[in-house]
Nanobody
Framework: QVQLVESGGGSVQSGGSLKLSCVAS???????MGWFRQVPGMEREGVAA???????RYRDSVLGRFTISRDDAKNMVYLQMNSLDSEDTAMYYC??????????????????WGQGTQVTVSS
C-alpha cells in the first residue's frame, strides 16, 4: 500500500503561482505519478503525469503553465503551477499507478490517491 500526502495548496490571485508537493510512504520508481483535480459536481480530471524516465503528459489547458517533476530519491512528486486562472480552482490530488510508462491521461487509472489539497484562484 502506498500512502500519498499532498501539501502546498492555498489561495492565490489570478496570474500567480503555487507549487504542490506530494510525499510517498515508499519508493516511487515503479510507478507513474500524476496530479488530478476535481471541482464539486464534476468528474476528476488528469492534470499531469510523469514516469521514472521523465516522460511527461499534460492536459491541454495547463500545457506551458504547469510543470510536473519527481525526485525518486526523496519519494517526492511536484507540480509547479504558473499563470494560474480561476478555472484552475479545484481540489488537487496526487496519484500513483502501476502503469509505470504513464498512459494517456484520459485512460490513466491510478491505484493510489492522496487526500487532496485545495487550490483557489481568485480573479
Amino acid at each position: 500500500q502506498v500512502q500519498l500526502v499532498e501539501s502546498g495548496g492555498g489561495s492565490v490571485q489570478s496570474g500567480g503561482s503555487l507549487k504542490l508537493s506530494c510525499v510517498a510512504s515508499t519508493s516511487l520508481t515503479a510507478y507513474c505519478m500524476g496530479w488530478f483535480r476535481q471541482v464539486p459536481g464534476m468528474e476528476r480530471e488528469g492534470v499531469a503525469a510523469i514516469n521514472n524516465n521523465g516522460l511527461t503528459r499534460y492536459r491541454d489547458s495547463v500545457l506551458g503553465r504547469f510543470t510536473i517533476s519527481r525526485d525518486d530519491a526523496k519519494n517526492m512528486v511536484y507540480l509547479q503551477m504558473n499563470s494560474l486562472d480561476s478555472e484552475d480552482t479545484a481540489m488537487y490530488y496526487c496519484a500513483g499507478g502501476s502503469d509505470w510508462w504513464c498512459p494517456n491521461l484520459r485512460i490513466f487509472r491510478p491505484n493510489y490517491w492522496g487526500q487532496g489539497t485545495q487550490v483557489t484562484v481568485s480573479s
